[in-house]
Every structure is written in structure tokens, then in C-alpha cells.
T-cell receptor, first 116, second 113 residues
Framework: AQSVTQLDSHVSVSEGTPVLLRCNYS??????LFWYVQHPNKGLQLLLK??????LVKGINGFEAEFKKSETSFHLTKPSAHMSDAAEYFC??????????????FGSGTRLQVQP | EAGVTQFPSHSVIEKGQTVTLRCDPI?????LYWYRRVMGKEIKFLLH????????ESGMPNNRFLAERTGGTYSTLKVQPAELEDSGVYFC???????????FGPGTRLTVL
């Protein structure tokens, strides 16, 4: 079984300051890990994914995440927040099921607010 | 290229009524998924279609929910009769191959009064 814990339901930062969204996971298997973002009235958009290659993963819009197996963490960071980053972010762990489906387990989401 | 679209964007119904949600996947995507997020909790899997066949419906909560994908194109999710606990956001996603990434729609927000 797998689970995902997003440690903060809300994060507020000032524009131009760093962003840190925390995620811890548990999985019985070697997981793939993802971060998705949802802007208002938009679909979930894939930010980045970790699939057992490099532990530091770079995504779109300047975001990156580091897979730390010893800490079972996959925190999302960005050096400098932009107003357009305000959205809800989801950490996701995936494993392959016998049915051929990739089972996605979502965290509860972190709402990022960016202050001018 | 058009993304995954869902209709309606919002639906408000009374307990006991019927609601049908629609999802149009990206053209050519054989895999279609339904997820839902209830009461601000985690997004959870409902079911998976490959073309018109239900590949995995292990996440369907009960027999009040019926999903169809006639012809392997768009899909509908019917809730009959709706209960208060069905309120939430219903997401649809599609992918071309099982191992390729899913593209999500904007969701349908369902409110049952």
C-alpha cells in the first residue's frame, strides 16, 4: 500500500521569495512520484515526475523536487515565487497494478498563496 | 490540441435526484479515468476505461454510480439517486498509452443539497 502526506494545507509566501511545499510518502514498492498543480477552473497539470533516475528533478515554471529515499520525502521548491504560482499543488505516488493501470495516490493538496 | 473537457463545470442538485457528468478525452486517447475529490479530501480513483471496456472499477463507491463509454469516445458518469456525501469534484483524465502520463480535465463540481 502507498500513502502521501502533504504537511501543509496552506502556504503563503511573498512574491520573489522561495517556495517550499513538503511531501512525505510511503510505498511498498519503488514508487514513481509526481507533483501536479491545479489553477482555478483548470485541469490538473503535471509539474514534474521522478521515476528512479536523477534524484533532483526539474519541472516546468522553475519548480524542482528532490527525492530523498532515506527521509521518504519529495519536497517541491522554487527559488523565487511569482504571482502566477498561486494554485493548489498535489503530491502523488504511483505504482503499477495487475490490471495494467497506474494507481495514483494523491496527497490532500497544498494551497499556495503568493502575496505581492 | 484540445485538452480533456468536462461538462458541466458545476451542478447543484437535491438529494435523490439524478445527475450525469460527461467527459470528453483527448482525441485518440484509449485510456479514460474518473477520479473524485470529496469534501476537500484526497483525490481518489473511481474507474478506468480502455476504449469502451471497464478495465478497473475498484474505486466505484457503490451501485448508485454508473459509468459508460459507448463507442470508446466520451464517457458519462451517472449518479442515481444522489446522496449528500456524493458532493465533491469529479475529475476525468485520459492517456494515449497505459504507461504515458494522464491529462486531467478541470473537473465537475457537484453539490448535493
Amino acid at each position: 500500500a502507498q500513502s502521501v502526506t502533504q504537511l501543509d494545507s496552506h502556504v503563503s509566501v511573498s512574491e520573489g521569495t522561495p517556495v517550499l511545499l513538503r511531501c512525505n510518502y510511503s510505498s511498498s514498492y519503488s514508487p514513481s512520484l509526481f507533483w501536479y498543480v491545479q489553477h482555478p477552473n483548470k485541469g490538473l497539470q503535471l509539474l514534474l515526475k521522478y521515476t528512479s533516475a536523477a534524484t533532483l528533478v526539474k519541472g516546468i515554471n522553475g519548480f524542482e523536487a528532490e527525492f530523498k529515499k532515506s527521509e521518504t520525502s519529495f519536497h517541491l521548491t522554487k527559488p523565487s515565487a511569482h504571482m502566477s504560482d498561486a494554485a493548489e499543488y498535489f503530491c502523488v505516488v504511483s505504482v503499477w497494478m495487475d490490471t495494467g493501470r497506474r494507481a495514483l495516490t494523491f496527497g490532500s493538496g497544498t494551497r499556495l498563496q503568493v502575496q505581492p | 490540441e484540445a485538452g480533456v473537457t468536462q461538462f458541466p463545470s458545476h451542478s447543484v442538485i437535491e438529494k435523490g435526484q439524478t445527475v450525469t457528468l460527461r467527459c470528453d478525452p483527448i482525441s485518440g486517447h484509449d485510456n479514460l479515468y474518473w477520479y473524485r475529490r470529496v469534501m476537500g479530501k484526497e483525490i481518489k480513483f473511481l474507474l478506468h476505461f480502455v476504449k469502451e471496456s471497464k478495465q478497473d472499477e475498484s474505486g466505484m463507491p457503490n451501485n448508485r454510480f454508473l459509468a459508460e463509454r459507448t463507442g470508446g469516445t466520451y464517457s458519462t458518469l451517472k449518479v442515481q439517486p444522489a446522496e449528500l456525501e456524493d458532493s465533491g469534484v469529479y475529475f476525468c483524465a485520459s492517456s494515449q498509452e497505459r504507461r504515458s502520463g494522464e491529462f486531467f480535465g478541470p473537473g465537475t463540481r457537484l453539490t448535493v443539497l
